[in-house]
T-cell receptor, first 112, second 113 residues
Framework: GDSVTQMEGPVTLSEEAFLTINCTYTATGYPSLFWYVQYPGEGLQLLLKATKADDKGSNKGFEATYRKETTSFHLEKGSVQVSDSAVYFCAPSTGGGNKLTFGTGTQLKVEL | NAGVTQTPKFRVLKTGQSMTLLCAQDMNHEYMYWYRQDPGMGLRLIHYSVGEGTTAKGEVPDGYNVSRLKKQNFLLGLESAAPSQTSVYFC????????????FGPGTRLTVT
């Protein structure tokens, strides 16, 4: 079945540091790719998405590029803020029902 | 615009009791989903629906039943709760197109003692 591999957390960074969270996936067909963010005590919110190869999704300074040849969708941000502290989930969407497959998530902690 | 709402927010059950979680969406979405979130395991799909009157099993359906009698509502039932069902439950909805995201509710924290 479909699966997602994300780097283990927690990832702890200083404010204004560069962020990379790696994501690789296996999926049947041609998935759309999503990054979701979950702040403490809340549900998941869409951060960004890409729907075809070489597309770049971006939002709030975060970016990720759909790399079909390496089945990857790594998340990057040039300068993180304390308010970016959250859990980040990479998820391909495939199959009947456009179901999302989640990895374990990567917890990010940003310190002053 | 409320988006996706879930009722209740918190619940404590004793083993063997039953309960129903309600999910409602006001975006006229065709597809709806129930997930559970456990520490270190991400989110796992329990059941989903691609339209009013239809349901299908996800990754972890055992011990749960669902119904989609109205397009805007998706109910998740536990007939005989077990401690292994202690979790946070999230509902989501979507237009169902491949390129369209799912919108999530705020979650229900369920504890089974």
């Amino acid at each position: 079945g479909d699966s997602v591999t994300q780097m283990e957390g927690p990832v702890t960074l200083s404010e204004e540091a560069f962020l990379t969270i790696n994501c690789t996936y296996t999926a049947t067909g041609y998935p759309s790719l999503f990054w979701y963010v979950q702040y403490p005590g809340e549900g998941l919110q869409l951060l960004l998405k890409a729907t075809k190869a070489d597309d770049k999704g971006s939002n709030k300074g975060f970016e990720a590029t759909y790399r079909k040849e390496t089945t990857s969708f790594h998340l990057e941000k040039g300068s993180v803020q304390v308010s970016d502290s959250a859990v980040y989930f990479c998820a391909p969407s495939t199959g009947g029902g456009n179901k999302l497959t989640f990895g374990t998530g990567t917890q990010l902690k940003v310190e002053l | 615009n409320a988006g996706v709402t879930q009722t209740p927010k918190f619940r404590v059950l004793k083993t063997g009791q039953s309960m129903t979680l309600l999910c409602a969406q006001d975006m006229n979405h065709e597809y709806m989903y129930w997930y559970r979130q456990d520490p270190g395991m991400g989110l796992r799909l329990i059941h989903y629906s691609v339209g009013e009157g239809t349901t299908a099993k996800g990754e972890v359906p055992d011990g749960y039943n669902v119904s989609r009698l109205k397009k805007q509502n998706f109910l998740l039932g536990l007939e005989s709760a077990a401690p292994s069902q202690t979790s946070v439950y999230f509902c989501a909805s979507s237009y169902g197109r491949r390129d369209y995201e799912q919108y999530f509710g705020p979650g229900t924290r369920l504890t089974v003692t």
